[in-house]
Nanobody
Framework: QVQLVESGGGMVQAGGSLRLSCAPS????????MAWFRQAPGKERDFVAG????????YYADSVKGRFTISRDNAKNTVYLQMNSLKPEDTAVYYC???????????????????WGQGTQVTVSS
């Protein structure tokens, strides 16, 4: 059974940094594109960042571009989200997601993804 386990969430002051990690199990990691989404209370789940199976291509939401960096280590079966210059509006539950690499659908669409983690809470105080 595939499981995506996120870690690294927590509470931080505005301007601070956090690094999220996601380690899938029972998944051929380098066959999957990976992404991070987030969901704030009362809002829809939104795309944050995505990375191709080879790590050659990355995508970002405009709201995080220049502040967040997605990366992956295929040897460690782990994807990361480095979050710098955090703002209160970044407060949300962050979800890791995996999609088979040959899918043609957009990284930014929830329906693209085959597997999801349980989420990790990120809280940014002002």
């Amino acid at each position: 059974q595939v499981q995506l386990v996120e870690s690294g969430g927590g509470m931080v002051q505005a301007g601070g940094s956090l690094r999220l990690s996601c380690a899938p199990s029972a998944l051929t990691f380098n066959s999957y594109r990976m992404a991070w989404f987030r969901q704030a209370p009362g809002k829809e789940r939104d795309f944050v960042a995505g990375i191709s199976w080879s790590a050659i291509t990355t995508y970002y939401a405009d709201s995080v571009k220049g502040r967040f960096t997605i990366s992956r280590d295929n040897a460690k079966n782990t994807v990361y989200l480095q979050m710098n210059s955090l703002k209160p509006e970044d407060t949300a539950v962050y979800y890791c997601a995996a999609a088979y690499r040959f899918k043609n659908s957009s990284y930014r669409i929830i329906g693209t993804y085959d597997y999801w983690g349980q989420g990790t809470q990120v809280t940014v105080s002002s």
